[in-house]
């Protein structure tokens, strides 16, 4: 099972952000846009849990569908892909890296999915935004709140593409997701061929959407 309890923060800091409470200046236009683009997102994901559509079992899977095409649009999956497999991804066909970024979707997707029903008022504070010296890279800096007062530092690194900004990477606990995905990809890969990693990815993805079928 891979690193499910780090997606699901991933799921509830994406979701409670509409929450965040301002705490600072901002740090430039790429700053403003990008923090911009990840908030109307998250608004759109949390405007489409609270209809009650999503409540009923009947109606659900179309608003599964639509929170699938929200989280598409702020996640550049080929840019996480290639980050998550590092120097290894280089040595991939075309076919391959097109097969393993597909994968790789489904299975965040499906593992958000699983997760999001779980989302308890956790609420976000949003702390700010570090823009790199060219203005090409933003980090958007969050706390999460969970039960028990326990605040989570996540992090959102972004960059612009298609005339938006999306994400690349999530730091939680201040550890990087693309590389715990990597050290893993990375002992799959020595052991086996990227069909192998694939097709590995691919049957967790399939057992987590039986989960959720299963709901």
Same mark, same amino acid.
């Given at each position: 099972? $891979?690193?499910?309890?780090?997606?699901?923060?991933? *799921?509830?800091?994406?979701?409670?952000?509409?929450?965040? =409470?301002?705490?600072?200046?901002?740090?430039?236009?790429? /700053?403003?846009?990008? #923090?911009?683009?990840?908030?109307?997102?998250? +608004?759109?994901?949390?405007?489409?849990?609270?209809?009650?559509?999503?409540? +009923?079992?009947? !109606?659900?899977?179309?608003?599964?569908?639509? $929170?699938?095409?929200?989280?598409?649009?702020?996640?550049?999956?080929?840019?996480?892909?290639? &980050?998550? *497999?590092?120097?290894?991804?280089?040595?991939?066909?075309?076919?391959?890296? %097109? !097969?393993?970024?597909?994968?790789?979707?489904?299975?965040? @997707?499906?593992?958000? =999915?699983?997760?999001?029903? /779980?989302?308890?008022?956790? @609420?976000?504070?949003?702390?700010?935004?570090?823009? !790199?010296?060219?203005?090409? &890279? *933003?980090? *958007?800096?969050?706390?999460?709140?969970?039960?028990?007062?326990?605040?989570?530092?996540?992090?959102?690194?972004? =960059?612009? @593409?298609?005339?938006?900004?999306?994400?690349?990477?999530? $730091?939680?606990?201040?550890?990087?997701?693309?590389?715990?995905? &990597?050290? %893993?990809?990375?002992?799959?890969?020595?052991?086996?061929?990227?069909?192998?990693?694939?097709? #590995?990815?691919?049957?967790?993805? %399939?057992?987590? #959407?039986?989960? $959720?079928?299963?709901?």
């Amino acid at each position: 099972m $891979i690193l499910r309890r780090c997606l699901a923060l991933c *799921v509830f800091s994406f979701i409670a952000i509409m929450c965040a =409470l301002p705490s600072g200046a901002v740090q430039g236009d790429a /700053g403003v846009q990008a #923090r911009q683009a990840l908030e109307a997102r998250v +608004n759109r994901i949390f405007t489409i849990l609270q209809n009650p559509g999503f409540a +009923n079992k009947t !109606s659900r899977p179309e608003y599964r569908k639509a $929170i699938e095409q929200e989280i598409a649009k702020v996640f550049d999956f080929t840019e996480f892909s290639s &980050r998550t *497999v590092g120097p290894r991804w280089h040595s991939f066909t075309p076919e391959q890296r %097109q !097969s393993f970024t597909a994968a790789f979707e489904e299975l965040l @997707k499906a593992t958000y =999915l699983d997760r999001v029903d /779980g989302y308890n008022g956790e @609420k976000m504070t949003y702390l700010g935004e570090q823009v !790199s010296t060219r203005g090409d &890279r *933003v980090e *958007v800096r969050t706390t999460l709140s969970m039960k028990g007062n326990k605040v989570i530092p996540v992090d959102y690194r972004m =960059l612009p @593409k298609g005339g938006t900004w999306v994400v690349y990477d999530v $730091i939680i606990e201040n550890i990087s997701q693309v590389m715990n995905y &990597r050290t %893993q990809f990375q002992e799959m890969l020595l052991k086996g061929s990227p069909e192998a990693l694939i097709a #590995r990815i691919l049957e967790q993805a %399939q057992k987590t #959407r039986e989960s $959720i079928d299963a709901h």
